[in-house]
């Protein structure tokens, strides 16, 4: 059953939402057009995160250990309830250095920040892992990227730079469910479940992928829940645990 927040968490990411510098954002994440982009993205980022934090509150226990691989503005109201609601301790990491900057100045209030590293150098083990839009980076893994969302170009496509970037993102996909403590929860992108399920296969792990998604304000990816070492009737179905379009 769905649970509501309550109304601190929702003022304290209303608070956090008004403190952010969307003009630096806006250099950020566009290379145009950033102001009308904010304008634009800020509501529905708010809004959407808000309900996935709700349909995530039901799902985590209280005081865990939540992983987050590319946490960024729209990772903010789940961030908050987690910290704030379940007394989760988050780990949010984002390789973009100026980006963790104006984030935690927005956060300064709050008691979690974001950590610019690379998110394979979390230490201990998590229950919930985070990984959204961050396999498919086109900033870090551009040919992948490009096939991942079915924008590859067959007459400049260079396989041999995606094999590279294949090697990169198993090596990421491994570090990162290798700290997960099962069963536990992996919250992900539709584009990204085959990595995930293809972990689990090769690890001999059930996993569960469920039927829902949600949709996002800023990559735009649907996001939906992937339960990792619990064994059910379900979580062995061929095309449905294993295989890559869900
Ligand atoms: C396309 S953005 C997605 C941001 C956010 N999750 C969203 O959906 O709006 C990808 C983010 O993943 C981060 N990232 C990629 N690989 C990472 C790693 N190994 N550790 C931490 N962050 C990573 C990048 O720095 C970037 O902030």
Redesign the pocket.
Known sequence: MQRRLQAHTKRAIAQIFSQLDYAALGAIYCDEGGEAFWRDRRGPCQTLGLKLAEVLLARLPPQGRSLY???????IPILAMEALELQQTVAA????SE?VLVLNQACAAHSFQFVC????SAEGSFDHLWI???LN????FPELSSLSYGRANPTTFDPAAFEQERKAVLA?TDACLSKLSLPGLVTT?IEEIPWITDWCLKNNIACLVEEEDYP?A??E?PICFIRVGTETSESRKVGKSASPGR
């Open positions: 691989v590319g946490a960024g503005v729209a990772e990491y984002n390789l973009r980006e590293a690379d998110a394979c959204v839009s961050a980076d086109p900033e870090r990421l992108s996002t800023i990559v990816d």
